[in-house]
């Protein structure tokens, strides 16, 4: 298995910027995907990025252009740079980390609150 660890949720004033950060326990080399979701109360958990491993990116239609998903494997973190944020990009926001026929892992979750 492997563990997550979040970080980097506030709150912000709508305009402004979060990064997240999320580290993974063991080397993300072996990772077939890495990713961002984020979930609202009562709502279904939704994808916002993802990076595959042979680094290609998608992004959901709400965030493209403004949040920008990334990662550093020497220091096995994955990244999320949200920019213009906007008060609807209030959510708890988790990372997924996938490896194909051993383990699909979730962190803890971080809450990015946006104010108008």
């Known amino acids: 298995q492997v563990q997550l660890v979040e970080s980097g949720g506030g709150l912000v004033q709508a305009g402004g910027s979060l990064r997240l950060s999320c580290e993974a326990s063991k080397s993300i080399f072996s990772f077939s995907k890495m990713g961002w979701y984020r979930q609202v109360s009562g709502k279904q958990r939704e994808l916002v990025a993802a990076i595959i491993r042979g680094g290609s990116t998608m992004y959901g239609d709400s965030v493209k252009g403004r949040f920008t998903i990334s990662r550093d494997s020497p220091k096995n973190t994955m990244y999320l740079q949200m920019n213009s944020l906007k008060p609807e990009d209030t959510a708890n926001y988790y990372c997924?980390?996938?490896?194909?026929?051993?383990?699909?892992?979730w962190g803890q979750g971080t809450q990015g609150t946006v104010s108008s």
């Open positions: 997924n980390v996938v490896r194909v026929g051993f383990f699909d892992a």
